[in-house]
């Protein structure tokens, strides 16, 4: 792995957050192709989904997700997925909807795992209204699957999203919703 990527990922747990910041970005501009490294930082990004700062649980989460959807191709993100889930019920609402916002890409990585992240985003959505802030959670589900059909073009995901918006009671919120399928 080159001497780049390692000193990327090593920045991620420095003090300095500016550097932390220009680390997780360049990082995120590196995996939008497929990368070659992926199992030489998986589970140290694994690990990272249980340390002590947010800021990096939630880096963590993101890095996993980018890396499932374009270079994972034994899988991983299967046996590792309530692990990054779990990140979405983290203490700190940041650490969560930044986690919740990027785990739809898990869904580009093939069927299996988008069936998978549709599933649990579709369950979310339908049992967080006791957790705090209900309607972020869900707004955040339904960007979600606005992201993923963009990217696939399955109207099913339109559909599914549609389903859930139905269910919402309140009229100012199902709007915003819909506003939020709807956009591009």
């Known amino acids: 792995m080159e001497e780049e990527i390692l000193k990327l990922f090593g920045n991620l747990t420095e003090r300095d957050r500016d550097i ?30 249980t340390y002590n700062d947010g800021h990096v649980r939630a880096s963590a989460a993101q890095l996993l997700c980018a890396l499932a959807a ?26 969560a909807r930044h986690t919740l916002q990027a785990i739809w890409k898990i869904g580009l990585a093939g069927q299996v795992q988008r069936d998978l992240v549709v599933s649990y985003l579709a369950k979310r959505f339908q049992t967080c209204i006791d ?40 009229v100012k919120y199902k709007k915003k919703y819909k506003a939020a399928i709807r956009s591009k």
């Open 131 to 170: 957790e705090q802030h209900p309607t972020l959670i869900r707004y955040d589900i339904i960007v979600s699957f606005k992201k993923l059909f963009d990217a696939t073009n399955k109207p099913i995901l339109l559909e599914i999203a549609q389903r859930l918006i139905e269910e919402e009671q309140d």
């Open 70 to 95: 374009k270079s994972d191709p034994e899988e991983r993100v299967l046996d590792d997925f309530l692990k990054i889930w779990a990140v979405t019920y983290d203490e700190k609402i940041v650490t």
């Open 20 to 49: 932390q910041c220009e680390s997780y970005e360049e990082l995120m501009k590196i995996m939008q192709e497929p990368v070659d490294w992926t199992y030489a930082v998986w589970e140290q990004l694994v690990q990272a989904l």
